[in-house]
């Protein structure tokens, strides 16, 4: 258990549907991420939150949706994802952010 | 944009080689981190770099920044099975801009 939990670990939908992703850090943390990986690509960061405030949107399609209700939650709204989208999702929290990430175990999703 | 290269791709060494993996950046950065993914597993934080020519040592690893700032090197020393995965470097240009992540050299290691 790192203190940053993911779920669910593995997710299977159509272009159709709608999920979320949900990510809770137990670790008083100030900044949360969403990062994607893609295999044999580095590590994308798609969103960062800092004090529930987002501060970065790298270039994100909008069929990717985050959401902060508050510091220890964090989520990725999905709809009317591509089968490019299939990769491995993870939510990162730190303090302040300028210091180590703590990663969660990530949700595999594949698209079908 | 910032980029980060590292170098090698792969390497899969015989237990008890050394290993290094070496990572280049575009610009200056005002600091470097270092992560390990076992298989299967998800980045896990090993430590941060801040002064130039920094040298930090975790048992049988060593981490280096570089002078100018712009790269770093992790090496193991005497390599165990333990150590299978991928290390992955990421840069910061200043405080607050994105941590820019390279693409992680995997590590395999012969018993």
């Known amino acids: 258990e790192t203190g940053v939990t993911q779920t669910p670990r593995h997710l299977v939908m159509g272009m159709t549907n709608k999920k979320s992703l949900k990510c809770e850090q137990h670790l008083g943390h100030n900044a949360m991420y969403w990062y994607k990986q893609s295999a044999k690509k580095p590590l994308e960061l798609m969103f960062v939150y800092s004090l529930e405030e987002r501060v970065e949107n790298n270039s994100v399609p909008s069929r990717f949706s985050p959401e902060c209700p508050n510091s220890s939650h964090l989520f990725l709204h999905l709809h009317t994802l591509q089968p490019e989208d299939s990769a491995l999702y993870l939510c990162?929290?730190?303090?302040?952010?300028?210091?180590?990430?703590?990663f969660g175990s990530g949700t595999r999703l594949t698209v079908v | 944009g910032q980029q980060v290269m590292q170098i090698p791709q792969y390497q899969h060494v015989q237990e008890g080689e050394d290993f290094t993996t070496y990572c280049n950046s575009s610009?200056?950065?005002?600091?470097i981190q270092w992560y390990k993914q076992r298989p299967g597993g998800h980045p896990v934080f090993l430590i941060q770099l801040v002064k130039s020519g920094e040298v930090k040592k975790q048992k049988r690893l060593t981490f280096q920044f570089g002078e100018a700032k712009k790269n770093s090197s992790l090496h193991i020393t005497a390599t165990q099975t333990t150590d299978v995965g991928t290390y992955f470097c990421a840069g910061r240009a200043g405080y607050g801009n994105k941590l820019v992540f390279g693409a992680g050299t995997i590590l395999r290691v012969k018993s």
């Open positions: 610009t200056t950065l005002s600091n």
């Open positions: 990162a929290s730190s303090q302040d952010r300028g210091y180590g990430y703590t």
